[in-house]
């Protein structure tokens, strides 16, 4: 009794320190605003927060895995470890980054705008989950979109991490699995920065959002309520009709990824078929008593094929995978292109592997064996419902990594990274199941002993892991830190432009601000009719530099940031836009600087046969 109220005030000891060290790294990181562009996010955020976050997230890791799952201490461990994990990840959120996500993200605000000033009609929109859920947030707080559409994503990841934990716990045998569920999906392992990110993305949204459908399922084999009876047959149970809904939302959410939900959803049917047709030769496990998947897979399928062909967008896709298979394609091209790039650098497609893929690529093989195992029939016959959940895992992530697999063979663009990390969320979960009950085999440890190793083996994945999840030069890229200074330069250039000059830039033209600001809408007119030609223009890299006024007849507009020269100059050394191009293209007399404001600077080119 002395052991354990000795253990217990040492647990909740660590509890204190660990809660106080986050809050005050939060404060702390909280109170460092960037004053410009900041190219890696990891090296401008104080020290402090990192240590009081690693001191947080070991106590949260001790206690969590140490103290008995029904107390109060292993949630409020597990809380913390959350809290950590959503922290790290909204960094930009908390540092008041003006806008995070220089790509994409900037696309899908200006979507976001045009929903909340009601010229888009969400239902002729692809996929307008979280722009709707930030345009409701909008109305209710009166925050603008820019700031909404930031918040969506900790909603998101909220519930990713919540409900890992909880499928852990529905599919595991013992205590544990909520714990190590939690801890687990802080891997963040779908996010993967080349096709999954951490800004507003619809893609990523729709992973996160995977495990409620998934618990919901796992849920419903089993459920015993019912809602409505037709002729004695059960027509609809209260986990069900979830479930439909569940499905549906995610396909508004982003199609392509939420319809990843409805093969989840479909290959569960198809293992209840293949299992009642098994049983007729030989007793089976629980399979042929689980409530039928049927409605849902039906209902599910209905809502995708109604959605899908109204929208140009979707249907290309299909075409673009049907070409690739019909008139073949390299995949290793762009694999190629790269790791020549990286060589350039004095680095290789090798070591970025290592670097993003292989926490992954290890976890990976931990599911594999568990999937191996739910298949063949080789898991221990004594937890016969955890064997049972296990193959309806199984059996959903097969026709997703044969989608991944065609995908790469077709070699459409980066695609097969999203189902790269549709891929993960089935990855966490095994693994998690794997960790918490002792799979392919029960080692001979104590609990003390698993414990620790758990521990250990955590703190070893997470901080490789923690590296990749915002870019930065580590994984050889600028972050997407979108500072006050370059929106504003822009939108005051788009104000006060020339309609007759066309638009240039290194690397492309100002196509994402254009949509920020005025709306999306993926041609050169914007949705009030203004015309924006040379918004996607990318100046050549022979160009840039040495005879710009020569190359383009017409005059342009050239805007360039402090990112444009650190990521081509800082992180790419001058491989394609070097020093001294950024600037013998400053001193050229042709060309005029005619806005400035530190960070943002527009010049005019006077090409051959325009103006001057």
Known sequence: MAVTSQRRRRQVAALLVGYFTYTVGLVVAAGAQPTGYEMSIYRATPVLFWLGSAIALLAAIAVGLRASATTLRSRLAMLLGSLVGISVAILPIIRDYYYNGSGDALSYLGWTRLIAEGSLNPANFLYPGINTIAVVLTRVTGLPPRRTLQLVIPVFMTMYILFTALCVTRIGARSKGAAVGTFFALLFL????????????????????????????????????????????????????????????????????????????????????????????????????????????????????????????????????????????????????????????????????????????????????????????????????????????????????????????????????????????????????????????????????????????????????????????????????????????????????????????????????????????????TPGGEEFPGKEAMIPFSVFGSNTTQYYSRCRYVPLTSSDYQREVGIYDGFRYSESAFRSFRQNPGVSRVQTNGDYRLYYVRGDECGR
């Open 190 to 525: 779908p996010i993967n920065n080349i096709h999954t990110y951490i800004f507003p993305y619809p893609t990523t949204a729709a992973i996160y959002f995977t495990p409620f459908a998934l618990y919901l399922l796992l849920r419903y084999v089993g459920e015993r309520e019912t809602l409505a009876t037709v002729r004695g047959y059960d027509v609809a149970t209260p986990l069900g009709v979830l479930l439909t809904l569940a499905g549906i939302a995610a396909i508004l959410i982003h199609p392509q990824s939420g319809s990843n939900v409805l093969l989840l959803i479909g290959a569960g049917f198809g293992l209840q078929l293949l299992a009642r047709v098994y049983g007729r030769y030989r007793e089976t496990d629980r399979l042929t008593d689980h409530r039928s998947l049927a409605p849902q897979t039906a209902l599910v399928g209905l809502f995708f094929a109604l959605w899908i062909p109204r929208f140009d967008r979707a249907t290309g896709t299909v075409s673009a995978v049907v070409n690739g298979l019909l008139y073949g394609a390299n995949p290793g091209d762009e694999i190629s292109t790269v790791g020549t790039s990286l060589s350039t650098l004095g680095s290789g497609i090798g070591e970025l592997f290592v670097k993003i893929f292989l926490v992954s690529a290890v976890l990976s093989a931990v599911a594999g064996v568990v999937m191996l195992l739910a298949v063949t029939g080789k898991l221990d016959d004594r937890f016969p419902d955890r064997n049972s959940l296990l193959r309806y895992v199984t059996f959903g992530f097969v026709p997703v990594f044969v989608l991944f697999g065609l995908f790469y063979v077709t070699s459409v663009t980066r695609q097969p990274f999203r189902y790269l990390g549709f891929m993960m969320v089935f990855v966490t979960v095994l693994t998690a199941v794997a960790v918490t009950d002792g799979i392919p085999y029960s080692p001979s440890l104590s609990a003390r002993h698993w414990q620790a190793a758990v521990a250990v083996a955590l703190v070893v994945l997470l901080v490789p892991q923690a590296m990749i999840l915002h870019q930065s030069p580590y994984m050889y890229k600028d972050s997407d830190h979108v500072p006050e200074t370059y929106y504003e330069g822009y939108t005051t250039s788009f104000d006060q432009r020339d309609p007759e000059v066309y638009f240039a830039g290194p690397r492309g033209g100002p196509r994402r601000y254009v949509d920020a600001y005025y709306g999306t809408t993926g041609t050169d007119v």
